[in-house]
């Protein structure tokens, strides 16, 4: 074969593999296993989620939907494997206020960059999380909490999701209106902090509504305020800490991510599907009972949401002078 037509058969090859991504890719997409990364420990509000809709998008798509737990580095581990991750749209990311949001401000050398690393498939929920103690702790309310902390500065441990997450960054937001220092202690996920206060390691926590409400349904737990302006359907007599600090509100989301090279195909097909299963009238009566709503974003209006939210953080997160390692 002469070696311009070598050259040509070369290119040719390379426009086809280019072309099997694209449309031709989508319609047969996914013809195997889908793995949906979720960057904490199992039983935290983005487990919950991850199954919730992996299930019935399993059952849509016709092909499993793997839930892979990474929890390491504040979601940092599992979002750089993602972002790194082929772009064929069989590795996915589920993230969150931490991995998209926190992170850029805590480390000095993030491994991924969450703006342009990432195609933002879509905005699923977002949620308030809810400062809980034990139901035999001595602090009664939010105001009593408040009281004690600044009474002895430096004594009450609080229970951080992880360092740099959103519980953790919520807590210095409340803290710095408040006037209060407290012992902030590092765990790996929700749940694993759950367990810590519920062995009495700390003395109080923040998690998602989804993680808290069984263990204030039997008892356990004494919820004393959530970080929504506005009260949670279903937590209705747990008042905002907006209520005794004016101007304090954090929401955490979670959405949907892809490498960022994926077709558009591809992650139009996800959106499509993964919204209509959050319309489903059965998932969202679910989510709405774990006080999640349900914004449904447009990719576009996902990736403006992001960068929003890294800005508004960043200037707590600068003010408070956390970092991470």
Request: glycine share 10%; net charge positive.
């Amino acid at each position: 074969m002469r070696p311009i037509i070598k050259i040509l058969f070369a290119s040719l090859i390379v426009a086809g593999s280019a072309l099997s991504t694209g449309p031709a890719a989508a319609q047969s997409y996914p013809n195997r296993p889908i793995r949906l990364v979720v960057p904490t420990a199992p039983g935290g509000s983005l487990d919950v989620l991850a199954r919730i809709v992996g299930q019935r998008l399993s059952e849509n798509v016709g092909q499993p939907v793997i839930v892979d737990n990474r929890a390491a580095g504040g979601g940092m581990v599992g979002s750089d494997l993602v972002a790194k991750a082929p772009a064929d749209g069989y590795t996915l990311l589920l993230g969150s206020i931490a991995s998209m949001v926190m992170a850029p401000s805590l480390y000095a050398k993030l491994p991924y960059d969450p703006m342009n690393d990432f195609a933002h498939i879509g905005l699923w929920v977002t949620f308030p999380l809810v400062l809980v103690v034990q139901a035999g702790s001595p602090v009664t309310g939010l105001k009593s909490l408040i009281d004690l902390a600044k009474a002895k500065p430096g004594t009450l441990s609080f229970a951080a999701q992880s360092m740099g997450s959103s519980s953790h960054i919520f807590a210095e937001r409340m803290n710095s209106l408040a006037g209060i220092k407290v012992v902030i202690v590092p765990y790996k996920g929700g749940a694993p902090a759950m367990n810590g206060l519920l062995t009495g390691e700390v003395d109080y926590t923040m998690v998602a509504v989804s993680t808290a409400l069984s263990q204030v349904a039997i008892g356990r737990l004494r919820a004393l305020g959530v970080t929504s302006a506005k009260p949670v359907p279903s937590l209705p007599n747990v008042p905002p800490i907006a209520s005794l600090l004016p101007g304090y509100e954090g929401l955490n989301f979670h959405g949907m991510h892809a490498p960022a090279k994926t077709p558009a195909a591809i992650t139009s097909k996800l959106h499509d599907e993964t919204t209509a299963i959050l319309r489903r009238p059965d998932v969202t009566k679910q989510l709405q009972g774990l006080a999640m709503d349900i914004p449904a974003s447009t990719p576009e209006q996902y990736r403006a949401y992001i960068k929003s939210q890294i800005s508004l953080w960043g200037q707590v997160i600068k003010a408070a002078g956390v970092r991470a390692e």
